[in-house]
């Protein structure tokens, strides 16, 4: 079996800026939050925990999902 980790970020939002140094600079600190989180409580990689990561920008928003997943045997 394959472990495979799905991250996914929407950058449309003004947290994000408008260039793509701004992006970058917000998409680091979402994945440098997540790092932390993972670190904390490395379940979270348990494709079977149940219960994952939100993340957010820096206005709280809610911007994209982070899930541990399993890929079946080919």
Do not use: W
């Amino acid at each position: 079996m394959d472990h495979v980790i799905d991250i996914t970020i929407c950058v449309d939002n003004d947290a994000f800026g408008v260039t793509y140094d701004d992006q970058a600079q917000e998409v680091c600190r979402i994945l440098r939050k997540l790092a932390d989180r993972l670190e904390a409580n490395s379940q979270y990689l348990d494709p079977c925990y149940g219960s994952f990561p939100t993340l957010k920008d820096i206005n709280g928003n809610r911007i994209g999902s982070f899930r541990p997943t399993v890929l079946p045997l080919s």
